[in-house]
């Protein structure tokens, strides 16, 4: 079990004591989305992504892209997504976040990518963009 959950580390680059409230919110989280409000209809997908993780040797990585399950989006949940959530990372005012420091959702690292090249890369191909956007890789910024 600890082989397994280094490479989970290694691979999500997330502090360990951040694993279980991860893992709630992928799991309750999303669960919430898909089934509640996409009525079934999953709105993600990671056909044709090719995780990085860069704390794994090259044959960890191929045998990680070899074994991730893949999975499609399907068109209603997408079309949902992006009537109701499309996030362009615009806004006219100032943006302050404030987190106590027991905040098990907002680790440090979710704050340290606002306003990199990559981060507003991938605010501005969003918001120009109709199609789905795809998964985003281990480690990085959406």
Do not use: C
Not at 21 to 26: C, E, P, V
Not at 30 to 42: G, I, K, N, S
Request: no cysteine; aromatic share 8%; charged share 20%.
């Amino acid at each position: 079990m600890s082989a397994r959950k280094d490479l989970f580390l290694r691979v999500t680059q997330l502090p360990e004591s951040f694993v279980g409230t991860d893992l709630f919110f992928a799991s309750v989280g999303l669960a919430e989305v898909v089934h509640r409000r996409t009525h079934e209809h999953h709105p993600w997908g990671n056909l044709g992504v090719d995780y990085a993780a860069p704390a794994l040797t090259p044959g960890e990585q191929l045998a990680l892209n070899r074994g991730v399950p893949r999975a499609s989006a399907d068109a209603a949940g997408v079309n949902y997504m992006q009537r109701f959530f499309e996030p362009r990372g615009r806004t006219a005012a100032k943006v302050l976040t404030l987190h106590a420091l027991d905040d098990g959702l907002v680790i440090p690292e979710n704050d340290e990518n606002i306003g990199k090249p990559s981060w507003r890369a991938a605010a501005r191909s969003s918001s120009s963009s109709s199609s789905p956007r795809p998964a985003v890789t281990a480690g990085s910024a959406p």
